[in-house]
C-alpha cells in the first residue's frame, strides 16, 4: 500500500524558514518523479514545485523560487521541501504527491497534508 | 501562470449527468494533453480521478468520464451518487515546466 506522510508543519513568524518532509512507502521511491502542492485555507489548490526520480531536475511556481527548495534522498524514501523567506500568503496545507509514472503532470497518491501557518 | 477556470458550482439529482468545465488557453489546456482531474472531499487529501485527459486511474468508476476541446477540458459524471458530492479541480501542464490548476468546482447531488 503507497503511504506519503508529511510533517514538518507549523507556525513560523514571517522571514522564518521550515523544513517539510514526505516520508513514502509501498513503492519504489527512485523510481518516481514527486511534488508538492499547497492549498490555502478555503482555497484551491495550488502547485508548488516537482522534481524528477533522481533529484536532478527541480522546477518550481513562479512565487516560490529562490525561497523554496525541493530535494529528496532516494536511500531515505523522503521527499523534502526547503522553504525561506516565508510570507503570510505561504499559508496552507503543503500536501506531497507521487507522480503517475510515464506521465509527468498527474499525482496519483497524496499525503495527508501538513499545515503550515506564517504568522507574527 | 494563470489559474485554469472552472464554475465555481454544479449540481444534479441522483442518477442524472453533470459536466464540469475547465477552460484555458492554447498555453495549457488546449497545447498539451495532460489535463488532469481531481476529487476532493472536506478535509482529505485529492484523489485523481482522470490524466491524460480521458484515462481513468484503476478503481475510479467509468461513471466519470474525461475530455477536452480546444481550449477547455470537461469532466462528465454519469448516474451521480450521493458519494460525488465533493470539490473537483482540473490542472494542466502549461509548457516550461509549469502545471496550473482550476479553482474548483463544487459539485452537489440534490
Known amino acids: 500500500e503507497v503511504q506519503l506522510l508529511e510533517s514538518g508543519g507549523g507556525l513560523v513568524q514571517p522571514g522564518g524558514s521550515l523544513r517539510l518532509s514526505c516520508a513514502a512507502s509501498g513503492f519504489t521511491f527512485s523510481r518516481y518523479a514527486m511534488t508538492w502542492v499547497r492549498q490555502a485555507p478555503g482555497k484551491g489548490l495550488e502547485w508548488v514545485s516537482s522534481?524528477?526520480?533522481?533529484?536532478?531536475?527541480?522546477y518550481y511556481v513562479d512565487s516560490v523560487k529562490g525561497r523554496f527548495t525541493i530535494s529528496r534522498d532516494n536511500s531515505k524514501n523522503t521527499l523534502y521541501l526547503q522553504m525561506n523567506s516565508l510570507r503570510a500568503e505561504d499559508t496552507a496545507v503543503f500536501f506531497c504527491?507521487?507522480?503517475?509514472?510515464?506521465?509527468?503532470?498527474?499525482?496519483?497518491?497524496w499525503g495527508q497534508g501538513t499545515l503550515v501557518t506564517v504568522s507574527s | 501562470q494563470s489559474a485554469l477556470t472552472q464554475p465555481p458550482s454544479a449540481s444534479g439529482s441522483p442518477g442524472q449527468s453533470v459536466t464540469i468545465s475547465c477552460t484555458g488557453t492554447s498555453s495549457d489546456v488546449g497545447g498539451y494533453n495532460y489535463v488532469s482531474w481531481y476529487q476532493q472531499r472536506p478535509g482529505k487529501a485529492p484523489k485523481l480521478m482522470i490524466y491524460?485527459?480521458?484515462k481513468r486511474p484503476s478503481g475510479v468508476p467509468d461513471r466519470f468520464f474525461g475530455s477536452k476541446s480546444g481550449n477547455t477540458a470537461s469532466l462528465t459524471v454519469s448516474g451521480l451518487q450521493a458519494e460525488d458530492e465533493a470539490d473537483y479541480y482540473c490542472s494542466s501542464y502549461a509548457g516550461s515546466n509549469n502545471l496550473v490548476f482550476g479553482g474548483g468546482t463544487k459539485l452537489t447531488v440534490l
Open positions: 491524460e485527459v480521458t
Open positions: 522534481i524528477s526520480d533522481n533529484g536532478r531536475r527541480t
Open positions: 504527491a507521487k507522480i503517475v509514472g510515464g506521465s509527468a503532470w498527474a499525482s496519483d497518491y
